[in-house]
């Protein structure tokens, strides 16, 4: 029987350029069996939650 992952997306919205944080969350997720999708910078909360709808994510998390 296959185990399902949880799929977390992790956003980066606005002009903030800082990303290192939310590339360390979505390692340390990926380690431990998460399944992660980074949505990169620059994001408009609208095009974070298109993203979501799009990958059918379980989880959004905004850095």
Known sequence: MGENKIKVL???PGLDG???GAK???R???DAGFEVVYTGLHQT???IVATAIQEDVDVILSA
């Open 24 to 26: 360390v969350v979505a």
């Open 18 to 20: 800082h990303d290192r």
């Open 28 to 30: 340390a997720l990926r």
């Open 10 to 12: 992790i956003g980066k």
């Open 45 to 47: 909360p609208e095009q």
